[in-house]
């Protein structure tokens, strides 16, 4: 597997800093982790989709929590996609702060 290399950077293009793990290859960024520097929720995880199914996401993950604690979004913020990968790594889910999720 490629190497995992960490920066921060802005997700929304709204100014906003995150904690950011990639994995890189010859065509260019196969998988992101984007976290919030504010209260460490994963804000975005992607891999391109022809290296869907390697590991990627699940790798990422496992970095990124070997450096800080971090959580998955309310189950009611997540895509189905996003919920399928918090089921399949664990981990804990951040509480609303938006009021919008029942409790």
């Known amino acids: ?28 960024i196969a998988a992101e982790l984007y976290v919030s520097v504010e209260n460490h929720e994963i804000m975005n ?11 990627l996401a699940r790798a990422l993950y496992e970095t990124a929590t070997v450096t800080m604690d971090i959580h998955h979004a309310p189950v009611a913020h997540r895509s189905p996609e ?17 009021g919008c999720c029942e409790e």
């Open 82 to 98: 996003g919920n399928a990968f918090a089921e399949a790594v664990g981990g804990d889910t951040i509480e609303c702060i938006h």
């Open 45 to 55: 995880i992607e891999v391109r989709e022809d290296r869907r199914g390697e590991g």
């Open 1 to 28: 597997m490629e190497s995992i290399i960490t920066r921060t950077g802005d997700y929304y293009g709204d100014g906003t800093e995150n904690h950011i793990w990639e994995i890189a290859d010859t065509d260019g």
